[in-house]
T-cell receptor
């Protein structure tokens, strides 16, 4: 599985957009980009995933660069409840395994 | 749906004792995963099952750990004998169509 690199921490003001970057320069053509988050003391929660097109759901948007070497998770209007560790994962299509890295700790402040 | 159910939510035991963690996956999901999370090592995949069959147990730390899935609605992770270094939060997850849903975890403390 491709290695992903994320900044260890970020801050965001409540109500503003939170843009979380992820680098996956060695990603292969059969690997999806997945995002999960983990709010303190809870199990990880699925957010969104994509292959090469941009994706949007009720939680977030995922922007994947054309060369697929990086992506950005966008929380359009961050709230205090979005404070969590966000994990970017490159997952192969033919496996169910998720390999979690250290993620980005997002702190949303009032 | 109640989501993935894990029990117990908290477990405190003494070194050498047997510990059994339980998981009920979401109905209809055909894959089940066991993870362990510690401050030092983060979130690690221990083992996963597909259609009740173990597919990859390469993350199981040693022979003291074993996992079973006797049917589609139940799985156990057993540690025998337990050691203080096994103290961690153990998560169970189930999936269908490539999205994993995690349970609330079991917080294990081995004294």
């Amino acid at each position: 599985d491709a290695k992903t690199t994320q900044p260890p921490s970020m801050d965001c003001a409540e109500g503003r957009a939170a843009n979380l970057p992820c680098n996956h320069s060695t990603i292969s053509g059969n690997e999806y980009v997945y995002w999960y988050r983990q709010i303190h003391s809870q199990g990880p929660q699925y957010i969104i995933h994509g292959l090469k097109n941009n994706e949007t759901n009720e939680m977030a948007s995922l922007i994947i660069t054309e060369d697929r070497k990086s992506s950005t998770l966008i929380l359009p209007h961050a709230t205090l409840r979005d404070t969590a560790v966000y994990y970017c994962i490159a997952k192969q299509r033919n496996t169910d395994k998720l390999i979690f890295g250290t993620g980005t700790r997002l702190q949303v402040f009032p | 749906d109640a989501g993935v159910i894990q029990s117990p939510r908290h477990e405190v035991t003494e070194m050498g004792q047997e510990v059994t963690l339980r998981c009920k996956p979401i109905s209809g999901h055909n894959s089940l995963f066991w993870y362990r999370q510690t401050m030092m090592r983060g979130l690690e995949l221990l083992i996963y099952f597909n259609n009740n069959v173990p597919i990859d147990d390469s993350g199981m730390p040693e022979d003291r750990f074993s996992a079973k899935m006797p049917n589609a609605s139940f799985s156990t992770l057993k540690i025998q004998p337990s050691e203080p270094r096994d103290s961690a939060v153990y998560f169970c997850a189930s999936s269908s169509r490539e999205t994993q849903y995690f349970g609330p975890g079991t917080r294990l403390l081995v004294l």
